[in-house]
């Protein structure tokens, strides 16, 4: 299947916040200038991979405050200046070979968050994640094109992003864990009298209907425990 361009992903990814958590919506960055991008590449002396220069002209990132837009618990997308200035801390501490920095990550941390491989080799373009002190990690996404794809889709159809399901509360854009509860108990008996077919034709013995094999045996709830944190901000 075709991944949509950057540019369209996010087309679909701006317009459910405005819609429906227009608070979220008011975080999303400006365009970033093609000039800063450039500006940025020469700072840290490697060049952008181009999903993120094709993604950075469409919103620089976001406002990290809580009512954010945010990818699910990674958090809000880094503009160009938290690219630097998360790159350089990283830099520092000698731990910069995972790649440039994508969001802001939980706490705000430099050392937590997806990322971007820019280098050249197996992981080129891919996105991965860290988080403090353990090793990067490519699990989820080939390329930033895929996790903009996953988040519009999520966004469209209330679906599930890294196990976590799009609300909107109070105009703004939250993440809640999706769980599931078992169905209803029912007692054997009751369970094969409810099944049982009708009476008829004396020389039909009696059958029980069993259940189709693609019924559900359990049905899906989403909680709402993330709308008392968001109506408290």
């Known amino acids: 299947m075709s991944i949509p361009a950057v540019e369209e992903s996010w087309a679909r990814v701006d317009a459910w916040p405005a819609r429906h958590a227009p608070l979220s919506h008011a975080t999303l960055r400006p365009p970033a200038s093609q000039a800063g991008i450039e500006d940025a590449e020469r700072t840290l002396g490697v060049p952008f991979h181009p999903d993120l220069v094709a993604s950075l002209p469409c919103h620089d990132g976001v406002e990290p405050e809580v009512r954010a837009v945010q990818l699910a618990f990674y958090g809000p997308l880094c503009a160009v200046a938290d690219i630097v200035r998360n790159t350089t801390v990283l830099r520092s501490l000698g731990a910069d070979e995972a790649g440039l920095p994508l969001t802001l990550g939980i706490g705000r941390r430099a050392s937590d968050g997806l990322f971007l491989a820019g280098r050249p080799g197996p992981h080129h373009g ?3 994640r860290r988080f403090d002190e353990d090793l990067p990690s490519f699990a989820h996404w ?3 094109r895929h996790v903009l794809a996953d988040l519009a889709d999520a966004l469209e159809g209330g ?3 890294l196990g976590r399901v799009p ?6 854009l939250g993440w809640e864990e999706e769980r599931t509860v078992p169905a209803e108990a029912v007692s054997p008996p009751a369970w094969a009298a409810a099944l049982a077919e009708p ?4 020389p039909t013995p009696h059958r029980h209907r069993r259940p189709h094999p693609s019924q559900p045996r359990h049905q899906p709830v989403r909680t709402a425990h993330l709308a008392a944190d968001l109506d408290s901000v």
């Open 126 to 128: 891919q996105v991965g």
């Open 142 to 144: 080939p390329s930033l």
């Open 159 to 161: 679906l599930t992003f």
């Open 167 to 172: 609300v909107a509360v109070a105009g703004k």
């Open 199 to 202: 009476e008829s034709d004396p």
